[in-house]
């Protein structure tokens, strides 16, 4: 999220967010507290959001299968990414 403010300072917007709050295994309380402190470090708004409300999440599935848009099928993170590799090679076998 810092790089993020950071970018959108850099680049001339006046507001940043995230759409990790889609997430199910995200929590959007302390992903706006925190986008809430880093913007007034980096003297940018920040635009709090719970995209998992009224079916968020479901509906960001549907909209990316209708329009073939690429949807990472894991957190991002390292380990999970590792995980994933290994879900899909014992698939695989």
């Known amino acids: 999220l810092e790089r993020t403010a950071q970018a959108a300072v850099r680049t001339g917007n006046t507001i940043f967010g995230t759409t990790l709050t889609v997430s199910p295994l995200k929590n959007a309380k302390v992903l706006n507290e925190l986008g809430e402190a880093i913007g007034e470090l980096a003297h940018i708004t ?15 599935v549907e909209l990316s299968r209708e329009y073939e848009m690429y949807r990472q099928d894991y957190c991002g993170c390292v380990f999970s990414k590792k995980e994933r590799e290994r879900q899909i090679a014992s698939e695989l076998i």
């Open 46 to 60: 920040w635009l709090p959001s719970d995209f998992k409300k009224k079916n968020g999440y479901l509906r960001s």
